[in-house]
């Protein structure tokens, strides 16, 4: 049983929105930072977003910046990507994971089995 869970993806128009949700087991979700990342067909895997353990602190890549929100809700070990104003090149398969606070997948040490976005222009 996978110890990060993702769900949400699909298909949609450009413009659109989707919400991905990411449910982590306990330990985890208490200890680390959580981020996601994304890779399209051919690409390296890239970093999209973090949030430290608190909350208190995100990070996003450029080329989200102002359109996706990340965050997380402690209650129910959830972790959450708004995607708003959605463009083809954001099409890609989508990966939660858990690790240190970072931009980089080295900082990550659990990854979920990704979800697939795909915005049709």
């Known amino acids: 049983q996978g110890q990060l869970v993702e769900s949400g993806g699909g298909l949609v128009q450009a413009g659109g929105s989707l919400r991905l949700s990411c449910a982590a087991s306990?330990?985890?979700?208490?200890?680390?930072?959580l981020g996601w990342f994304r890779q399209a067909p051919g690409k390296e895997r890239e970093f999209v977003a973090f949030i430290t353990r608190s909350g208190s602190g995100t990070n996003y890549a450029d080329s989200v910046k102002g359109r996706f929100t990340i965050s997380r809700d402690n209650a129910k070990n959830m972790v959450y990507l708004q995607m708003n104003s959605l463009k083809p090149e954001d099409t890609a398969v989508y990966y939660c994971a858990a690790g240190s606070v970072g931009t980089t997948a080295r900082n990550y040490n659990y990854w979920g089995q990704g979800t697939q976005v795909t915005v049709s222009s």
């Open positions: 306990g330990r985890i979700f208490s200890v680390y930072a």
